[in-house]
């Protein structure tokens, strides 16, 4: 269902007879700009499997995630379960709720600005003399054969075939995309 369905990416809207399907998938900490900028820290229970796999200290990961939550400027409205009519039903029913963090800075009186992708991250990035971006561009392959460098197969808009080197490689490609990627370059 998935692979005929979302092959190209995630649903973005759909008019139907019949109840939308749609997809979803577990990660590993981090935020996403999709639902409100909701955000989750990896959870204490895959912490230490995180930190023997990357051979990372804990201090090194508690400092990394630090960064990342002032990156995207998380915060959290100050609202306790008596003024959630969610958190009371969720109370109710004896179902386990929580006050996520979102990519937002709250303001009194419930105000607040919301911060998105393109904001936080990608215009920044875009200052720095080190970074640039690649639009209309489709990444067909990745080869992390090399212990010095990874190689990134593309086809720019034109339709042109190009490789990128670099050392190191951030996938973002969505839920669906970046496992698709990651299995046709052989690496999972």
């Known amino acids: 269902h998935v692979r005929n369905d979302f092959y190209k990416g995630g649903q973005e809207i759909a008019f139907s007879p019949w109840l939308p399907q749609f997809a979803q998938a577990a990660v590993l900490g981090g935020g996403s700009e999709v639902n409100s900028g909701l955000y ?3 959870p204490e229970y895959l912490v230490d499997k995180f930190i023997n796999v990357t051979g990372m200290s804990r201090e090194k990961f508690i400092a990394s995630q ?3 939550r002032s990156l995207l400027q ?8 008596e003024h959630s009519p969610i ?4 109370k109710e029913l004896g179902y386990e709720f929580q006050n996520i ?3 937002r800075t709250y303001k009194k009186n419930s105000e607040f600005i919301q911060h998105g992708m393109i904001d936080v991250v990608w215009n920044r990035l875009n200052r720095q003399s080190n970074f640039q971006f690649r639009l209309n561009t489709q990444v067909e392959k990745i080869d992390a054969g090399k212990s010095d460098h990874i190689k990134v197969f ?3 808009s034109a339709g042109a075939s190009v490789e990128y080197l670099t050392k190191n490689l951030v996938i973002a490609a969505g839920a669906i995309q970046t496992p698709r990627l990651l299995g046709r370059s052989g690496l999972v």
């Open 87 to 90: 958190a009371r039903g969720a």
């Open 74 to 81: 998380i915060s959290q409205m100050n609202v306790t379960s």
């Open 154 to 156: 593309c086809t720019n």
């Open 66 to 68: 630090d960064q990342v």
């Open 40 to 42: 989750h820290d990896l």
């Open 101 to 103: 963090p979102r990519w």
